[in-house]
């Protein structure tokens, strides 16, 4: 595979000198990439797919979320030289058996936008009758923290919560707009920010990940 030519340093300075560590999120996605920028927190300089030019679209195979975050991070990290950490993650419907699982980004087809993902499954419950508290579903993560082409480390984390009838809140992105978590009074797309990122998949699949991490960094 091809590599960059001119290497990245592991690290940046602050103006102040304190070091701030580079790390690659392999992703396209805006929304997640700020959400990863809040995770990670100041001592990260965070950066997305979308910095780097010529890199090809990474295929995702996998038939689970944790193979699919270890090939985007193996991937990835052949072209930079640089930590790359990667996620695969969405919704798990109990009504839908597990749907749409790794297919959450495309449930409504490979261009589907978030909102037709959410009307198509909110559609899919209306159709079974399934209401209420029996709306029970799951977000997933699978992370993965790779370099040179080789993963070193890998987490995840969940979160339960139901599946609301009509879509609500403004913030967020994917299905938080439809998703209630456990406890909580409101969807992922009400929360704060800092609410949110305390209790969801992504944030939890990341702390438990920096726990191993900090020997690498």
Known sequence: MMRMSRPISDTAYTETGSVR????????????LREFAELCGPNFEV???ESISGVPQIEESGETFESNALIKAEFASNFFSHW?????SGLEVDALRG???VLSARFAGEKATDAENRRLLLRRLEKLGV????RTARFRCALALAKSGKAVLSASGT????IVES??????????????????????AE?????????????????????????LF
């Open 191 to 215: 929360l704060a920010s800092e609410i949110k990122n305390e209790i969801s998949h992504r944030g939890r699949a990341l702390r438990e990940l920096q726990r191993a991490w900090v020997k």
């Open 131 to 134: 209401r209420g508290k029996h």
């Open 84 to 88: 790359v950490l990667a996620d695969d």
């Open 99 to 101: 749907a749409p699982g």
């Open 47 to 49: 950066c997305g797919m």
């Open 21 to 32: 560590h580079r790390i690659l999120v392999a992703t396209r996605n805006c929304h997640k």
């Open 167 to 188: 879509e609500t809140g403004m913030a967020g992105f994917g299905y938080d707009p439809i998703f209630r978590p456990v406890g909580y009074s409101k969807t992922f």
């Open 159 to 162: 979160v339960e919560g139901i």
